[in-house]
């Protein structure tokens, strides 16, 4: 259903052309927003509505920057983003993995997230408005085995969002994050059908959650109705977690 409450907002999704971050530029595009969609590979849209697809390492300043101010020149103030690129990593116990696959799952999921914070930030804070989402995962808060580089990345990103959240509670700026379980898209593709059986014996409700439900919670976070919600944690993991 159409409620219209992110129209004429401007938001940038980070990895928005994986199977979760599609559901989420669906979502805010539906509800009014103007969305443009940051990703290594430019992609034509499929969806219907205001959109721009640009090319963009948001591991590195240099490239976010341009892609922002190529955002900003398209549609205006960046009022939303939405942190969602990221990559799972091997699964592999702590030992058996390499420095360089450590920095490139931490720099992929955390590292981004820092970089694309730090350049909007400003910007934000001088319009006095923002709405930042940043995606981590259940496996942030509690660890899971054979999944080291990928948990320790996820669990940065909530304390990153604990950080900016209080930093800019003052500002107009809020700063949120969402930590699904296993989300049957996207990197679910990765995964084993051994270790999906692992996953779903962990999940209370005995399914995995859908992207439309991580873009729902994704949506609401993003417009005016959250407004006394920052630095905070919103679960999506079927009762894995409960805090």
């Not at 949120?176 to 014996?201: H, K, Q, Y």
Request: glycine content about 12%; hydrophobic content about 40%; aromatic content about 4%.
């Amino acid at each position: 259903m159409y409620t219209g409450t992110l129209t004429d907002k401007v938001a940038v999704v980070t990895g928005g052309n994986g199977g979760l971050g599609r559901a989420i530029v669906r979502r805010l595009i539906h509800e009014g927003a103007r969305v443009a969609v940051l990703d290594l590979t430019e992609t034509e849209s499929t969806s219907s509505g205001p959109s721009l697809s640009i090319t963009c390492d948001v591991t590195e300043l240099d490239s976010v920057q341009r892609a922002l101010a190529r955002v900003r020149e398209t549609f205006g103030t960046i009022q939303i983003l939405i942190n969602n690129a990221g990559v799972l990593g091997p699964v592999a116990s702590v030992h058996e993995i390499g420095v360089e696959t450590w920095r490139h799952v931490i720099d992929t999921n955390l590292t981004s997230t820092f970089v694309c914070c730090k350049v909007v930030t400003e910007e934000m804070v001088r319009a006095g408005y923002g709405r930042i989402i940043n995606v981590a995962s259940v496996q942030g808060k509690e660890g899971m085995p054979l999944s080291g580089p990928y948990a320790a990345s996820k669990a940065g990103v909530i304390a990153l969002t604990k950080t900016l959240g209080k930093e800019l509670a003052t500002t107009g700026v809020l700063v949120n994050c969402v930590t699904p379980s296993a989300v049957n898209r996207g990197m679910f593709d990765e995964i084993s059908m051994e270790r999906r059986n692992d996953i779903l014996a962990r999940i209370p409700m005995g399914r995995f959650g859908s992207a439309h439900e991580v873009a729902a919670m994704i949506a609401w976070l993003a417009g005016d109705e959250c407004s006394f919600s920052t630095g905070a944690v919103f679960d999506l993991s079927g009762g894995r977690s409960s805090y």
